[in-house]
């Protein structure tokens, strides 16, 4: 099995967060930080730190400024305002303050003593993460957060990538893909009726939006949450599992409905043809291996040849 990409943006060190940001840090954290350290993985051109202060007080830092993508500093904010709403009760870690401040966007966590999954994945950590994801299902359904966005709302024209395909350049496109454009464009027209529900989603599961802490499975950074079918993250989450050494999706969703697959295959082939946005060099060829997968699940669920 080839090595699967790696997930890692441009993270920004400690030291180079403005001086007023990790000033309002230390205050909120009540002493001095004496260790920083920056946490890989992510595709956000964004500090990630666990923080320890004088007084020997713990907390992650996840702040970022308008460069070098002025795209990330709103998504930061959507994360604020939803990790504000969730309650103590979801599989999360504590958000302790958040605020903005000299251009940046600052979200100060509880510090959680955990890992990633091990990649490529294993079966028994795996198996605990679905069975922590379908009861995060249950108990964020219906949605705590009243005034979520839809899943229509978040992911919008994004998900409608065959159809933006057929007026592009398709060089290069899968072959089966190109043979069933027109009828791809067709099936995922109807995905946001399939996959609209009052279910909070987080949106974007992956293993590196995952830790395993004990027995605990916590999930972070949702600033994709949305209200959907509660199988919505199941889905999206699959191709990537496949793409990490993991079981293929076809295996572990086997009723999966084949707009919403249309969809999360069409968004993958589609973005990772685009150009890498700025601070985020990896986050295509990411897309790419995931797309591989989703295609085949798609090639499957629709059974054309």
């Known amino acids: 099995m080839s090595r699967p990409p ?14 007023e940001v990790r000033a309002a840090v230390e205050e909120f954290l009540g002493g001095r930080v ?10 956000s051109p964004a500090a990630a730190v666990r923080l320890r202060t004088e007084h020997g007080r713990r907390a992650f830092v996840k702040t970022v400024g308008p460069e070098p ?27 302790l303050t958040g605020f903005e401040l000299a251009g940046w966007v600052t979200l100060v966590f509880e510090d959680v003593e955990g890992e990633h999954p091990e990649l490529p994945w294993r079966r028994d950590q795996l198996d605990r993460v679905l069975e922590a994801l379908a009861r995060m299902s249950r108990a964020l359904t219906p949605s705590p957060v009243a005034d979520a966005p839809t899943v229509a709302e978040v992911f919008g ?4 990538g065959w159809r933006r395909l057929t007026g592009e350049d398709t060089a290069g496109l899968d072959p089966w893909a190109l043979r069933h ?9 109807g995905w946001e009726e399939v996959a609209a ?26 600033p994709w949450a949305c209200r959907a079918a509660p199988w919505f993250d199941l889905l999206c989450m699959l191709p990537s599992v496949g793409m990490q050494g993991g079981p293929p999706p076809w295996e572990l969703f086997a009723d999966a409905e084949p707009a919403v697959v249309a969809a999360v295959a069409g968004y ?12 985020l060099a990896t986050v295509r ?21």
């Open 285 to 305: 060829e990411f897309q790419r291996a995931q797309g591989v997968v989703a295609l085949e699940w798609l090639r499957r669920r629709t059974g054309w040849d």
């Open 268 to 279: 993958l082939a589609r973005q990772s043809r685009q150009p890498p946005p700025p601070g």
């Open 157 to 160: 024209d994004s998900f409608h």
């Open 197 to 222: 529900g009052d279910s909070l989603a987080h949106g974007d599961l992956r293993a590196d939006n995952i830790l395993l802490a004990g027995e605990r499975v916590f999930v972070v950074d949702w």
């Open 6 to 19: 790696a997930v890692g943006g441009s993270r920004v060190p400690w030291s180079r967060v403005p001086e």
């Open 69 to 95: 993508n002025p795209d990330t500093p709103p998504i930061y904010r959507a994360e604020l305002r939803i990790a504000a709403a969730l309650p103590e009760s979801a599989p999360v870690p504590r958000l």
């Open 34 to 43: 004496i260790e920083a350290r920056t946490q890989e993985g992510g595709f």
């Open 181 to 189: 454009l027109g009828e791809l464009a067709e099936l995922e027209a």
